[in-house]
Every structure is written in structure tokens, then in C-alpha cells.
């Protein structure tokens, strides 16, 4: 059975992947049975679906939180403080966030294939669409995703 | 255990404490003297300390409690009692507690420390306070002239206290033992202080105050303005550029490594120390968020090696691996841009 990637969308989210590793965003978001994210931004799904490692559902986007957390010992809470510093760097200003660990893109566990250019009007999606990373890996644009 | 026995060990023990009351009472003044004039020069303005001496029913009351079996629970109270004297330390904020228990471990000989909030279930809320069992170090305890019986000493916020105060009279002076409603309404009570603590906090620091930070110049100099000064000059940066939770963070790394002074933890970033400009630069070339106490905390895990891990109790294989290719590629980074 292929892997579901939970496809988010947002222009920030792609480029923050590729510089951290990690996706941050709003408080309690929920993928559903997705192992994968997948990044939709500037009208086509980009190449690389890399696996979750780790998810916090809920942590203050907070520079005490930030510091604890990248200093600390444990590899896990440093990653999550690193995303939480990054994202205040960034300028996010939310109270609370969800931090998501993923596979960084030079990762042999990271799927990669050709982005999928999207050509409709109207946004492919503005939150989040479920699909099987199969068929993102044959597919050469989005309307051979299907509904999901 | 007969009633007889019971009332001449009183009159014994009460004997014995009208004769030491004097002395008890001369560790209690010199005791609250002593930590008073500490936490004042240390600037701890808004932490209020209470001393007592144990009454003598108090004393009594304990000192004949039964072991169930027909004897007393204490064979020799006067000599394993160690609440004769007790004091507190009552201060805004949960955060505020660590300053005070940091000039306490300084101050006195510390027998016992034990964290109530640890020890206690983590998911329930309820009783919460960092109690110590201390004495006074001997050049101490000889130029005050007193005995040697030891402090039995709580350190908790005002909250903390008012929840335990209410609890204790609820659970202990009562009639009747509490019901199981009473009980629940008491841990959803500690449960909405804590809430009110963490908001306190949040507030104060919206008010650009630091939680946890309070102004600890018993440190001598390396507290926690100090710790920024110092990484902020090892990393080349300009003064007062991170926020101070970064150096918070830092100071409790350093305090587990065992560095408690500027020139300690100099010292355990050995060659590193000279290379905190290049090392910051190598890394925020990935990292631009990188503060200058993240970039001095990835020195000491390059300086340090395995020890850091050690000295931060970390030793499952997984945190070993990540801190081990993370250390590579920063070495890596810092050979390629060499």
C-alpha cells in the first residue's frame, strides 16, 4: 500500500523545510495517516516528501521555549527548539505552534520526484489535501492526483 | 505503650527542651540573620524569608508519637528530629525559586535536598515546593557561636504556599478526614495556581522583566547578564544582542558541566574559545538565527566530546548518534570554509 503525504500549503513552508528540516505551523494541526509531508507552493507541489520523524502538537513559540529546547541535550527537543528559534527569526508570531520533525531533504528516507505542476484557476489547495505518494511519483501534474 | 510511660518521657523531654530552647532559639536568630543578609545582598528584594523554633508541644506531640507496635516512632527525638529549627523562603513566582535554592547550595552544607514538585505525580497537580535540610559550614557555625543541629528549610512561591497552607489545614486539622469531592476540588485548586503562576510569568514577561532571572549577584558576576556578556563576547557578537532566555538556557548547560564562573567555562572550551567568531559565522551560514549562546553551547559540545553527554546524562544511543554527526558536520562546515 503506498504512503499518504499530507500535502500543506503555504508559500513559507517549503523554503522553511529546506533550511531546517521541519514544518511550523498552526497549533494542533492534524495529518490524518499521513507519513509524508508534501509542500504546494507557487502553483505546483514541489519534488521532495520527506518522512515525519517527530510532531509536537503544541509548544509556545517563545524564546524561552526556543532556548530550553536548542540547548537541551535530548536530539529531539533540540530539533524542536531549532524550529521554534528559526521560526521567530522568521518573524512568526503565533502564541502556540505545532513543530513537525521531518527527514531533511538530503535524506535517503526523503521521497523526491518530479514537482507537479498544477494548472488550474483556482488554488490546488489553501490548508492541506491527502494523497498517495505513488501516484505524486508518476503524476505530471496535479489534476492525475485525483481527489485524494 | 502505657499512658504512664507516655507522660514521663513528656516531662523528660520537655526537661530537655527547656534547657536547649535557648539554644534553638540562637540558631533560629542567627540562621535568619545569616540567609536575610545573603538574600538582601544577593538583591533578591521580593523573596521573604520566615524563621520558627519548634514549640515545645509541637515538640512533645512528635517526639511521643507512637510506632504502632507499643513503642515510640523516635527512640532518641532530641538527636534525630531535624525540624527544631525551620524556615522559608517565600517568593512571587515559581521561576523566582531556583535564585534562592542556587544561594542556599552556596551558603550552607546542604544534608538533603529533595524537589516536592519532582518527586510528586507529574500529570496531577498538587503540593509543590523545593525543601533542603541544611547546616552551616563550620568557619560559619564558629564565628556565630552555634550548634550544630541542622535547618530544615522550604523554598516556594506565594502561590505554592497559599495552596499548601489550605490543603494542609483542609487534610490535617480537620475533624474529619476530606471526602473524595473535597480532595478533587482541592488538586483542580493547585491545578488553577499553577495556571495563574505560568500567566504571571508571561506577564511579567510581556513587561520585559526575564522569569527566572531575578538579579542573583551572588553568582559573582556570572549570572545571567553575565553569561550573555561572556558568550556574546566568545561568539564576536555586539552586547545586549540575545534575548536573555538564551542565556538562561545557557547557564543551566554550563551549571551541569560544572562551570559556575566566566573563567570555568572559559576553560572548558579549551581552543575554542579563541575560535567563537569563526564558529559563529560557519554556523549561521545555516543557522542565521543562531544566538550567541547557541553558537557557545555547540563550542562545548565540540570541546567537550563525549564528556558533555556525560555530564548532561545523556546515554542512549540515539542522543549519542545525533550528537556525534552533528559535531561532524560542524566540523565539516568549519573545514570547508576554512
Redesign the interface.
Known sequence: MSERVCVVAGAGAWPFYL?TGAWVGQENRRFGDATRLGFYSGRQVQGLAPLIRAAVASVPL???D???R??S???TE?RVG?AL??A??DGATAARVSVVLLSPPDDPATASFEPVAHEADTAWTMFQRFVDLDRLRTATSTADLGSG | MAGISREARRTDLRAWYDDHVDELRALETAFGTHLGNAIRAAHLDDARLETRTKGVESFLEKATKSDGRGGFKYADPAGQLTDFVGARVLVPLSADVAPVARLVQRLYVVEEMSDQRADSLLDVPGYQSLHFLVRFRDEDREALGVSDRPVELQVRSILQHAWASLQHDLMYKGERAPTDSVRRRLIALAGLLELADHEFMAVRLAHGDAAGMLDDAHAGGFDVAGVRAWAERLAGDEADGEPLAWAAALRTVLTALGATTADEATALLGEWAERGPELARSVRATRPWATASYVVDLGLRLALGADYLTHREVTDPTGVDAFTRETDDVRSALEGSA
Do not use: G, S
Open positions: 533550511a517563545a524564546a524561552e526556543a532556548a530550553t536548542a540547548l541535550a535530548d536530539p533540540r531549532e528559534a528559526a521567530l527569526h
